[in-house]
T-cell receptor, first 114, second 115 residues
Framework: QQQVKQSPQSLIVQKGGISIINCAYE??????FPWYQQFPGKGPALLIA?????SEKKEGRFTISFNKSAKQFSLHIMDSQPGDSATYFC?????????????FGQGTRLTINP | GAGVSQSPSNKVTEKGKDVELRCDPI?????LYWYRQSLGQGLEFLIY????????KSGLPSDRFSAERTGGSVSTLTIQRTQQEDSAVYLC?????????????FGPGTRLTVL
């Protein structure tokens, strides 16, 4: 059972454009929603995260939008740059009760064309 | 400071052989996680440790998989009688304590290829 569904699988955006990646979750007990960025040959690294008590969080060019009623959250990358080309994973966890285990989406391969 | 390290970075083995994958977490991190990343798939949880104990082994795909952690530091993931479907990147992550909600720090992974 896939608890976190991510789309699209791949995305091509022109430099300067907006990249949008969407995720949907099933378990309402999730209380932490991070996005990880992974470059080839590297482990994932935390990009930005949100908790369900807020609807939006912005850090620089990266924004998470969170819709608790729809059980959906999305990553927006403004002014996308070639250096943003990577694979992005959304994830969710249940905090201490879930021992912080992360449930990941399937990943989105983002390519930013110069 | 040093991050999470894993060794080897690449491992090619023949079907039926046993392999050991090593993870060295960030110093002082008591919680350690193993995940598997199969080609084109997201990461799936395998097992986690709090100290040397493994309260949750629910993600281990079969009894051919086992893991241990000694001294509250280094962890070893062992796969016995490897199968081709075990080919994947095995990632390790650590956090300061299991009740610390926040970033999990990942190592670079071990790419396992079973021929």
């Amino acid at each position: 059972q896939q608890q976190v569904k991510q789309s699209p699988q791949s995305l091509i955006v022109q430099k300067g454009g907006i990249s949008i990646i969407n995720c949907a979750y099933e378990n309402t007990a999730f209380d932490y929603f991070p996005w990880y960025q992974q470059f080839p040959g590297k482990g994932p690294a935390l990009l930005i995260a949100i908790r369900p008590d807020v609807s939006e969080k912005k850090e620089g060019r990266f924004t998470i939008s969170f819709n608790k009623s729809a059980k959906q959250f999305s990553l927006h990358i403004m002014d996308s740059q070639p250096g943003d080309s990577a694979t992005y994973f959304c994830a969710a966890s249940r905090g201490v009760q879930g021992a912080q285990k992360l449930v990941f989406g399937q990943g989105t391969r983002l390519t930013i064309n110069p | 400071g040093a991050g999470v390290s894993q060794s080897p970075s690449n491992k090619v083995t023949e079907k039926g052989k046993d392999v050991e994958l090593r993870c060295d977490p960030i110093s002082g991190h008591t919680a350690l996680y193993w995940y598997r990343q199969s080609l084109g798939q997201g990461l799936e949880f395998l097992i986690y440790f709090q100290g040397n104990s493994a309260p949750d082994k629910s993600g281990l795909p079969s009894d051919r998989f086992s893991a241990e952690r000694t001294g509250g530091s280094v962890s070893t993931l062992t796969i016995q009688r490897t199968q081709q479907e075990d080919s994947a990147v095995y990632l390790c992550a650590s956090i300061p304590q299991v009740w610390t909600q926040g970033e999990q720090f990942f190592g670079p992974g071990t790419r396992l290829t079973v021929l």
